[in-house]
């Protein structure tokens, strides 16, 4: 981590003295016995209690040391940004918002004088300007969303000679950090939202929370930050299909939450909340529920106004609006096609598939893909040759049927394996060239109904995965000779209000992958992805669908990779699916792939 000298760390002498202790010890180590492999997890982690603060300007501080100065104590633990305001004039010091963005770069921006004139305008005294360069990664803007932004990054700095001192009296808006700093100050939380799902969508469609994905500061209290930006409402790219329980305007009036000894969480609203209804007040407490839970083992959410207590909401009644209500059973099955291309499932206990019951677990004709209904009542299943999918019950005299729907495209452009959203519906994308088209089967066998889709712009959909949620849908999207992976909004209501299914606002969320050969949903706003950055092997990792590296554990290195499976439910530690080189492989937690079928095909979970 860039720093300079002077930049001091808390709890670095504790860890100096526990690192002096082991090297003193080090001449009474054992030079024999055997080696233990230690679990990362019991690991010391030291970097935890340790906490950055900048230093203050030096006396005499020239303009771009000046300027380096401020850049490091913006990236410290002072939840003011007190010793940062220090390098600014008087002019801005009050009126600077550090929260207006933030800029991330590959690494801390390159610092240069480019102006040594004396004047910044006739009659102002002496004056400087700093340039900043740099490779722009991504921007956080002021919702705390993270937005991948590959570019070259230019600003300046400008500089004015106050009380015989440097001052900083114009720079560019918010933040701009390393991506060594972001990683250390920030930390990925969802906060939830009610999937907008529009008229005639009730049932299990009814009070779904939706993750919507932010970057808050790790050490500045997370929960009151959390909280804080649930109440601004969604980040502007789920706005459109999301929507808040909360009365607009409503906010805080605790500077800074806590909770009691057994976990409960009283949250204070201001009186725009006052006089809400019993129903209303508990979707309230099930969105700040699930946020505060992100940062915090939660029991309990208490909201209040003045001095009415409003409503309480224990974790038991909570899971009646939990994310992953309609992602599917605790436990799912995991799903592939047999070296016969039947059906076949496979629990994490077992050690061997077994057919399903129903017609596409029976011998007959080879099977291309399936995909699971959430409830793992039905099965939708595409023929070998790509061209019609079928229906039925995964259940003991049921019958396929005539198929659902056919495709003309021919073996290598027929229809992508098919998608199960939490509502019961099919997706499902036919290739065909002449007519490449993305459509929705209501119930899995209602009449085709085709979704237009904005932005693909000559590209083709090749690859399916929709949300539990149902307003949220992943796509890889192939043009030429690359294939990129994309996030779109599904809206059920055109802009007049009338029903009406649409995608719009695909956003890319893999930019450095030239090639996805496969995803799969694997939480709330993460994907599991198998594909190729530019010149590079296959890889298989997490991405958050916002375009950012995943926190979870890197995956042991697999190549050959044609299809991937993991469960969609909220913090499932259950195996990854993934076939490879013509095999199904599965990878437990604290494992590594493991083959566990010869020969097989297209893993799913349910979904």
Known sequence: MSGRNERWRAGLPAVAAVAGLLLAGCASMPDSGEVHAVDSSQRADADSQVRVYGVPPRKGEQPAELVKGFLEATTSDDPDYATAR???????????????STTVLAEMPQVRLVQESRDREAGTGPSRRV????????????????????????????????????????????????????????????????????????????????????????????????????L????????????????????LTDERLSMDDSNNLKVRLDGKAAGVGEAQCRRMAAQLFYTAQESARVESVTLQ??????????????????????????????????????????????????????????????????????????????????????????????????????SHGGAKAGLTTPSWDGLDDLWVADQDPEHPRLLRLRGGKGAP????????????????????DGVRIALVVTKGDRSGLWLGQVRRQDDAGRPGLSVRELRSVAPNFVHVDAVSWAGGSRLLVAGNEQGGLQQVEFIETDGSLSGASALPGITGVGGVAAPEGQGRAAALLAERDGDIVRLLPDTNWKPVAKDGAAPVYPG
């Open 232 to 251: 601004d409402g969604p980040t502007t790219w789920l706005d459109p299909v999301a929507a808040t329980a909360f009365p607009p305007g409503t906010r």
């Open 305 to 406: 106004s003045g001095d009415e207590t409003l409503c309480s909401l224990k974790r038991e009644r909570a899971r009646d609006f939990g994310p992953d209500r309609t992602a599917g059973r605790p436990e799912p099955r995991q799903y592939f096609l047999d070296a016969r291309r039947r059906v076949v499932g496979l629990a994490d206990t077992d050690d061997e598939a077994r057919r399903v019951a129903g017609p596409f677990g029976a011998d007959g004709p080879r099977l291309g893909s399936v995909a699971v209904d959430r409830d793992e009542r039905l099965a939708a299943v595409v023929s070998a040759n790509g061209q019609s999918l079928f229906v039925a019950g995964l259940e003991y005299g049921t019958q396929p049927g005539e198929a659902r729907l056919t």
């Open 449 to 468: 109904e085709e979704v237009p889709v904005a932005g693909l712009d000559g590209g083709r959909i090749t690859g399916v995965r929709i949300a539990a």
């Open 131 to 230: 340039s900043l360069t740099g490779k722009q990664v991504a921007r956080v803007d002021d919702k705390h969303a993270y937005k991948p932004a590959a570019r070259a990054y230019e600003q300046s700095v400008h500089l004015t000679y106050e009380d015989g001192e440097w001052r900083i009296d114009a720079l560019p808006p918010g933040l701009v950090v390393g991506v060594p700093d972001f990683q250390r100050i920030y930390r990925s939380v969802n906060k939830y939202y009610f999937a907008e799902l529009g008229p005639g969508e009730g049932g299990k469609g009814r009070d779904v929370l939706v993750a919507d994905p932010v970057y808050l500061r790790k050490r500045i209290d997370t929960v009151t930050s959390a909280v804080k930006a649930l």
């Open 86 to 100: 220090m390098y600014l004039a008087k002019s801005i010091k009050r009126e600077w918002d550090p929260a207006a």
